[in-house]
């Protein structure tokens, strides 16, 4: 029998990722719309396109993203474009008994100051990093949406929560991208005009976790179709979510100097400490992931490689 599963922001990099592993399916059929095709702000156009398409399941990988100059100078639309498809979606696929639903979500939900690495528990429990607070509000309120609806009408709506992810599909953008992408195109910049140092913001001690998005898009849909009961055994009706990362980190030096090599640049790395570092460490606990049955496969260095290919062919770039 074959199933529809609509998956909301196929173009990004998580959505495109997921797609790229769905079509591996032969009794899947993916439904996709453009932004200019259905605008997900609107609650009539996604309500609409609910009912006339009917889909099985739904993805919801859209949202609005970017690194720290973005969220710091965009906050209200990240917290108000977030909400709206958020409440747009997981309400229309209710009202159309949707039965399933995935909501995809960031580890930027944790408090600043929480104990590393970062258990699903530690949700609701400090103050959130300021740079990226209205985008994690916007998320958190995500969670616990699909929480109040399986709660109230029996759904089996989840939320997986990402750490940092990279790959194919990113954003290469020079102001409004996250680090890997942002660092990735700012060496092989230096590397054609010849320069002699790349400085990166802040002192290059926080340490990160990356997590290649082929790897996110198998999680999310290995999550997605566990077994209800299964999945129910690691959770909590009211804290379900599921983190999903590597459960290892680099700092941004190390990350800094593994992209150099990468991409082949000569020069020097610098840091510019008067910029802001964020937090000094984000490492998801990755145990309840562990225990459903999925590990990380993709190593840093590799999806970097992998990441590095991705940028060249999106700028037509033949590498030397």
């Known amino acids: ?34 932004r200019a095709e259905l ?24 949202a609005k993203v970017g690194g720290i100059h973005a969220n710091n100078t965009y906050p209200a639309e990240f917290i108000y474009q977030n909400l709206q498809i958020q409440s747009n979606v997981i309400h229309a696929a209710h009202l159309n008994d949707v039965q399933k639903l995935l909501f995809l979500g960031s580890s930027c939900i944790y408090p600043r100051q929480v104990p590393q690495p970062m258990r699903e528990d530690a949700l609701l429990k400090g103050q959130l990093e300021p740079t990226n607070e209205p985008y994690a509000i916007a998320k958190i309120a995500g969670i616990k949406m699909c929480e109040s609806y399986n709660r109230q009408y029996g759904r089996d ?27 990735i195109r700012r060496f092989h910049e230096a590397k054609e005009q010849s320069l002699s140092e790349v400085v990166v913001w802040g002192s290059g001690t926080p340490k990160r976790e990356f997590l290649y998005v082929d790897d996110m898009a198998e999680a999310s849909l290995f999550v997605h179709n566990l077994d209800q009961a299964i999945f129910a055994a690691q ?14 980190d680099v700092t941004i030096r190390d990350l800094g100097e593994t992209i150099k090599e990468v991409v082949g640049f000569k020069g020097n790395l610098g840091f510019d400490i008067s910029k802001p570092d964020g937090p000094p460490r984000k490492l998801m606990d990755v145990e309840v992931l562990s225990n459903l049955g999925w590990t990380a496969r993709v190593g840093l260095r590799e999806g970097l490689r992998q990441s590095y290919q991705d940028f060249l062919n999106s700028q037509n770039i033949r590498q030397r």
Do not use: W
């Open 1 to 34: 029998m074959m199933k529809k599963i609509f998956v909301c922001g196929h173009n990004g990099m998580v959505g495109s990722a997921i797609c790229r592993k769905l079509k591996q399916h032969p009794n899947v059929k993916i439904l996709t719309r453009s």
């Open 235 to 248: 959770t909590e009706p009211m804290l379900s979510h599921v983190n999903v990362g590597t459960g290892t």
């Open 157 to 183: 709506y989840r939320s997986v929560m990402p750490t940092n992810l990279y790959g194919p599909g990113d954003n290469y953008h020079p102001e409004n991208s996250h680090v890997v992408p942002a660092l």
């Open 39 to 62: 605008d997900l702000c609107d609650q009539a156009a996604v309500l609409e396109f609910m009912r006339s398409e009917r889909p099985d399941d739904v993805i919801l990988a859209a």
